[in-house]
């Protein structure tokens, strides 16, 4: 019987289906463990087999802990809201959701027929109403919440409102947008519109002026992951800042929590970094320059000590102060650069040292110390959302700072000490910084003592204060577009207020077209009777942003605890159950989106008490990018031949793109060729002396364009989903990017095939015994079981192929076809080839599954050498080694040596004059 793995796979995929053998159940009773992937956004191009690396890395430890004994979560779902779908829905005409539900159904397929270990009957999808009800929910909880920075959480509207009742602003300690002073007696006074006004400086979801990335040709606001370049990602369209009204979360209200919680969780440091260098702590002072137009500007900077090398301020083009401060003389000079800056995205704009642009106000700023005037500048290296969005610049000492002046010709002031060799590193700045010499109060001091004493200074004279400044800028939510969750607000003479929850979900409406209105508004303005009607029978618009694509992936892990419940996102039973995610498998290129947004929400959620860990995803590992291996032909320039790889040197060539599914093992299908590019039809061949046409290699990103892309489908078809999960993971360390080579995926064919073998007679006959296994098979076995047991639980799954290998070439070696070994086996090959696993081990044990089964445990005594293998040598030559129990005395080891017939010969008829023995050493005849 030869391995048949379509036959092999099919069975199985509709067993395990039938009897439900992957849905979990809370179980006390067990450990919980629970395993998940970044679910995928469906996209209409489906999975290449770089998509299934981590979703194979992360079932296989899924499988692995239900062997030994957890009750393991393991759910999948779609992230299925999206830009992707509106852009086609624009294009066609076609809804969104008919897009999303044709492109899940292929998702769908392709993730079964990898034999992954999902729960589908706890999938999700976050354009489903019944999912984004509880999106809204939450995002109705961030509404009715303010941060309390004395009790450093989120707590109830309601409480910050009994506050103001009570003294106002006085002893308040608040997250908010900006500092607000109002008495108890001025509360009582107000409007319900003032008050609802003032409500909303506090909110954790509020509504105010941003900058945001706005482009015009997808008629939405983008994130700043997806624009590059000043163009987004999607389509390449210019993108430009601009000044909206648009609904943020106050994220930096946890700006410390999110930095602190780092230090509990299992990520790698690189990640870790990323967030942290995102977050931006650092620790300053704020600083007061009077101007000569008027305006005061303050500055924070995390080197007051170094205030009197400060030559000119800059500020952010989008300044609040910027038209307050600029002459009439300059004004236009101003607006021009302004418009050139909207232009950039912040993203550019933080990663471009080279590029030096600036623009001079005409405003002078005041030194506070020596009344110097310093001129005021805009310049796109100082944002907004930094700081005060204005800096003192101190060119001596500051890399970018030091460009710019050099540009403008501006002064190059130093404060340290003469002839001190100043870099730009902040670590080589302060090992390298002495004392300051910049004035009599702080001369002589070792910087931090001075900066200590700077701020100190600045107090006393009523113009500075001390500041902890983080990075983190409150998350932009609103966007312009249909397909995403509406934002469950209504207007109430401008002002905002929650749609009440029994009026959740609130679903998208149906419109004639897909894109923004005339006069610019979102799609949903295009809705009829887009309104709420209240209890009075008034009639109150309702918003029309939609949320980002962020919003449902920010929460989904929580629904898979308990993804039906019709009352709650999900219940506190469920919740105290399974907690948080033990392991999380995703792309580091969600480190500062996805990671930190739903590290806040989870924080957030633990304010209010209904989640019970602070930290959502325990453990995490990046899988690596399985890269493409692209192919080319070579064509001669100007001529209608190609030529092969060999013989391209000697001609002048142009290398184009082939598809890779033309070629096997580097040769060129050259009849498929000319079908595939027809224009290509009549042209001539040089080919290798043999006849065959070898194409060139290079390892690229795998893309649709390189022509690289490698079908999962395709694979599975020829060689069955076994061999693509384990040679996914042979490929390399899990973290490791990787090209793939179809040209490899026999080896692990064969490898499969070879395993299969151990099973079966000639004859293709079942043949496996009951006899009780020799001490060398056991010895191969339980090195087999240590060793994959050791790689699992540290993600080495390249290396435990390689043992699978090894153990199957060994017992292949000896015609082990014992139970006693095979059996084990097969359980500990199930998370890497289920199907075959489970075809060998159901032969073992009828009607007993394999997924079933315990982990097999390794026996150390069987492992421990009992042998040694002595080198037997003559008048000290050795001649040849001998094998021996370690448990043999001297004497026994004398006579098996001389008993050996290797002995007789080199002996030649000589009696030994002495024999030397040292025991687990060496033995030595003396003739």
Not at 210 to 232: H, I, M, Q
Not at 424 to 453: C, H, M
Not at 615 to 631: R, T, V, W
Request: charged share 25%; glycine share 6%.
């Amino acid at each position: 019987m030869e391995y048949n793995h379509r036959d092999i796979e099919k069975r199985w995929v509709e067993y395990w289906r039938t009897h439900r053998l992957y849905e979990t159940k809370e179980d006390p009773s067990k450990p919980k463990y629970y395993v998940l992937d970044m679910f995928p956004y469906p996209s209409g191009a489906g999975l290449h087999v770089g998509h299934p690396l981590g979703y194979i890395a992360s079932d296989i430890y899924a499988r692995y802990k239900r062997h030994k004994g957890y009750n393991v979560l393991h759910p999948m779902g779609y992230d299925s809201f999206g830009l992707p779908a509106e852009q086609y829905a624009i294009q066609t005409g076609q809804h969104p959701a008919i897009t999303t539900e044709r492109n899940i159904q292929r998702y769908r397929q392709q993730l079964d027929q990898l034999g992954l270990s999902y729960d589908w009957s706890r999938e999700v999808r976050t354009s489903d109403p019944a999912y984004y009800k509880w999106t809204q929910w939450i995002f109705l909880k961030f509404f009715d919440s303010w941060y309390n920075k004395d009790t450093d959480k989120a707590e109830h509207i309601q409480s910050l409102i009994a506050h103001f009742e009570k003294n106002g602003t006085h002893g308040l300690n608040a997250a908010c947008t900006e500092p607000l002073e109002f008495s108890a007696q001025d509360w009582a006074n107000f409007s319900e519109e003032k008050k609802q006004e003032i409500l909303l400086n506090y909110r954790l979801a509020y509504r105010s002026e941003s900058v945001v990335n706005w482009c015009p040709a997808l008629g939405t606001v983008l994130a700043n992951d997806e624009v590059k370049d000043g163009l987004s990602e999607r389509g390449g369209h210019p993108v430009e800042q601009k000044k909206m009204m648009q609904w943020s979360l106050r994220i930096s209200a946890y700006a410390q929590r999110l930095l602190n919680g780092l230090d509990t969780i299992d990520w790698s440091e690189a990640l870790k970094e990323s967030q942290r260098n995102w977050i931006g702590r650092s620790e300053g002072a704020l600083i007061q320059f009077a101007t000569d137009q008027g305006p005061n500007i303050t500055v924070f900077t995390t080197r007051p000590d170094t205030l009197f090398g400060s030559t000119f301020l800059v500020l952010a083009p989008e300044h609040e102060l910027v038209d307050a401060i600029t002459t009439d003389a300059y004004r236009a000079d101003v607006e021009a650069y302004r418009s050139y800056v909207k232009s950039r995205s912040e993203r550019d704009r933080m990663a471009d040292v080279k590029t030096v642009t600036g623009q001079f106000t005409g405003c002078y700023a005041i030194h506070p110390f020596t009344g110097e005037k310093l001129p005021v500048y805009i310049a796109e290296y100082v944002l907004a959302g930094y700081g005060t969005g204005a800096i003192m610049a101190v060119p001596a000492h500051d890399g970018r700072d030091h460009r710019f002046a050099l540009k403008f010709q501006l002064p190059i002031r130093q404060v340290i000490e003469p002839g001190f060799d100043w870099d730009f590193s902040k670590e080589a700045y302060e090992e390298k910084v002495g004392t300051s010499v910049n004035s009599d109060f702080i001369s002589g001091l070792q910087v931090p003592q001075a900066i200590q004493r700077m701020i100190e200074e600045l107090v006393a004279r009523g113009i500075g204060q001390r500041k902890v400044n983080f990075r983190l800028r409150d998350a932009v939510f609103g966007r312009q577009r249909y397909w995403g969750e509406p934002i469950p607000i209504y207007y109430k003479n401008g002002i905002p207020y929650p749609l009440p929850v029994d009026k959740l979900p609130l679903e998208l409406p149906t419109i004639d077209k897909y894109l923004p209105t005339e006069e610019g508004e979102p799609p949903l303005a295009r809705a009829q009777n887009w309104h709420y009607t209240d209890e009075d029978g008034n009639r109150w618009p309702l918003e029309t942003t939609t949320m980002p694509g962020w919003a449902g992936s920010s929460w989904y892990y929580l629904r898979y605890m308990d993804p039906h419940n019709p009352n709650a996102p999900f219940s506190k039973e469920a919740e105290l159950y399974w907690q948080n995610v033990d392991l999380y498998m995703g792309g580091s290129e969600h480190a500062t989106g996805h990671l930190l947004y739903a590290r806040f929400w989870h924080k957030f959620l633990y304010d209010l008490g209904y989640v019970s860990t602070e930290e959502p995803f325990q453990k995490l590992i990046n899988q690596g990018m399985i890269q493409g291996m692209s192919a080319f032909v070579y064509r001669i320039k100007g001529e209608k031949r190609f030529v092969t790889y060999s013989k391209k040197d000697q001609f002048d060539t142009q290398a184009l793109h082939v598809d890779v599914s033309l070629v096997e093992n580097n040769t060129l299908n050259i009849d498929a060729f000319k079908q595939w590019r027809s224009e290509y039809a009549d042209y001539e061949f040089i080919t290798e002396d043999d006849g065959s046409y070898k194409v060139g290699r290079e390892v690229e990103k795998m893309s649709k364009s390189k022509y690289n892309v490698i079908n999962p489908d395709d694979i599975v078809e020829k060689y069955g989903a076994d061999t693509l999960r384990v040679y996914e993971m042979f490929l390399g360390p899990i973290e490791l990017s990787k090209p793939w080579n179809t040209d490899g995926i026999t080896g692990v064919y064969n490898f499969l095939r070879k395993y299969w073998r151990l099973h079966f007679d000639p004859k293709g006959n079942f043949s496996v015994t009951d006899d009780e296994p020799t001490r060398e098979e056991l010895k191969i076995l339980h090195k087999t079981i240590k060793k994959v047991t050791l790689d699992i639980e540290n993600f080495s799954y390249n290396t435990c192929v390689s043992a699978f290998m090894i153990c199957v070439n060994e017992l292949s070696a000896l015609k082990c076809n014992k139970m006693q070994i095979l059996e084990p086996l097969a359980v500990l090959l199930a998370p890497f080839a289920p199907h075959v696993a489970e075809e060998c081990y159901q032969k073992m044990r009828p009607g007993e599954s394999v997924l079933l089964a315990p982990w097999p445990i390794w026996d150390e005594q069987i492992l421990v050498e009992n042998t040694f293998e002595y080198p037997v040598s003559f008048n000290g030559k050795t001649r040849f080694n001998l094998l021996l129990s370690k448990t043999l005395s001297p004497k026994e080891i004398e006579e098996a040596v001389l008993a050996e017939p290797k002995t007789a010969k080199y002996l030649d008829g000589k009696t030994p004059k002495k024999v030397i023995v040292v025991p687990g050493r060496i033995i030595n005849i003396v003739v």
